[in-house]
């Protein structure tokens, strides 16, 4: 079975004549063959190609048996692992394939089973690519779906995605923590005629400014056994793909000094390596600072702001949105009652009330955390006991029903009384609170009768403060 894509199989044997009868089988197959004759030798064409399999003899002079299976893991971990083994240390296989070997060959090597034995690799290894490849896709869609909304800042970031996607320029995606620069970022690469290659994320908060260069564009690294290895950086992985780099402001000076350059050369020339194949690179960029006023101070590369700056999506706060508000709160709903198993229809107006009257510091990602938690503790409908103290506590009823009167065309009746009603649940669940639950007191301060206090509470579903004991009435 040839495959379309050629694959890169390396052969890690000590005996010659073995190694010579695979790579013929490997070549047959149209496949590209590597050999090494020590383990070291091996190893360093695992980190450097990053052979799809490698068929190794477990007897290396140099490195042997599980060490080598699990070295070869270490520098490469989705490789798949054929043995090479002699027929005296069959009974050893079992122990041995506990490392995640996909299967073995005995020596002398069979021609006929070598082939058949590399031909299922090679369809296992041409699944596997396929599924990557699927979930990638349904990822990039996901995210793409979440730029919910429809308030004009959203359309018009959705129509500017449509636009700059089919051109190769940088974009650098300007907004707040948690406003959706990633979804953003993952829509322009699922637009774009790369979608189909590699979207690679650089997440640079999470990384210490001293090793950002190196991640990005590759380092030297030894390891402890001594075996020398190359670690490739993110820009030669996103080759002919896609790379984006969230919080670029937090990236080393030098790095965005060898970044700018690599703009302009777009190859690997800024390594000492002139040789280097030359890079094909769609760069997006993320920040929640203003570049061009760390750039005028200093701390931002000012060839770098200036290549970046291409084009520019500025993302508007959760907060700024208006009724979007709603409708991410409904998309969230929908996904975890997915997530969940669970059966939470709808929001209650007064929930609805306190989500849109919040300021949302934390954006849609705190948006999406609140619903999350309101899901697993609400039964049928999200209310405002399921949100957060400081949430609930900054409910504006009265803007929020006159808003939905003028939306709906509702009676003005109708709205009042939602109105009051609201009103009246909250001064009671907050004095029930002040008095630590004791209904009493509650009905004292609010003036009004015992009966109607407790009718009320049942009206409105109110629940007594958690942990306190139904007050007992006293005479006198």
Not at 256 to 274: C, P, V, Y
Not at 444 to 467: A, S, V
Request: with cysteine; aromatic share 6%; proline share 3%.
């Amino acid at each position: 079975m040839r495959s379309k894509q050629r694959l890169k199989i390396l052969v890690l044997d000590f005996d010659v004549e073995s190694c010579q009868q695979l790579v013929k089988v490997i070549e047959s197959e149209g496949q590209i063959a590597l050999r090494a004759s020590t383990a070291q030798t091996g190893l360093e064409i695992v980190a450097q190609e990053h052979p799809e399999i490698v068929i190794l003899e477990l007897r290396m002079p140099d490195l042997c048996g599980t060490s080598l299976i699990a070295k070869v893991r270490q520098v490469h971990q989705s490789a798949l692992i054929i043995m090479l083994t002699s027929t005296h240390t069959r009974e050893n296989l079992s122990d041995i394939c506990g490392f995640g070997v996909y299967d073995f060959l005995l020596k002398p090597v069979n021609i006929n089973e070598a082939m058949i034995t590399i031909r299922n690799a090679l369809h296992t290894r041409k699944l596997a690519q396929e599924v990557t490849t699927l979930k990638r896709q349904i990822q990039e869609a996901g995210d793409a779906d979440q730029i919910i909304g429809d308030c004009p800042a959203i359309v018009n970031i959705r129509q500017q995605i449509e636009q700059v996607s089919q051109n190769p320029i940088s974009v650098c995606i300007l907004g707040e923590r948690g406003t959706g620069k990633e979804s953003i970022a993952h829509a322009i690469h699922a637009s774009s005629s790369r979608s189909q290659m590699s979207f690679i994320s650089m997440d640079c908060s999470l990384l210490a400014k001293k090793d950002t260069a190196a991640i990005l564009f590759g380092k030297e690294m030894t390891e402890a056994a001594g075996y020398p290895m190359k670690s490739n950086g993110l820009l030669a992985k996103a080759t002919v793909g896609t790379l984006f780099i969230k919080d670029i402001e937090q990236l080393s000076y030098s790095a965005q000094t060898q970044l700018a350059l690599f703009l302009e050369e777009q190859d690997m020339g800024l390594k000492e390596d002139r040789a280097s194949k030359s890079l094909d690179i769609r760069l997006l960029a993320a920040s929640q600072q203003d570049l061009r006023t760390m750039m005028k101070q200093g701390k931002f590369h000012q060839d770098l702001y200036y290549r970046l700056n291409e084009f520019s999506l500025q993302v508007p706060s959760l907060r700024e949105r208006g009724e979007d508000i709603r409708m991410l709160s409904k998309y969230f709903l929908d996904k975890y009652n997915q997530v969940f198993k669970k059966n939470v229809v709808t929001l209650s107006p007064e929930a609805e009330a306190c989500l849109c009257a919040y300021s949302w510091p934390g954006n849609i990602s705190e948006l999406q955390s609140t619903i999350k938690r309101a899901v697993i503790f609400a039964f049928d409908c999200v209310r405002t006991e399921h949100l957060s103290k400081e949430i609930a506590a900054n409910s504006r009823p009265a803007a929020f029903f006159i808003q939905a009167n003028l939306e709906q065309n509702r009676p003005m009746k109708e709205v009042s009384r939602e109105v009051i009603s609201h009103l009246e649940k909250e001064l009671i669940q907050r004095a029930l609170e002040k008095s630590g639950g004791n209904k009493v007191k509650t009905a004292r301060w609010l003036e009004i009768d015992y009966k109607t206090l407790f009718t009320k509470m049942k009206q409105y579903h109110i629940r007594e403060p958690h942990g306190q004991a139904r007050d007992v009435l006293r005479r006198g």
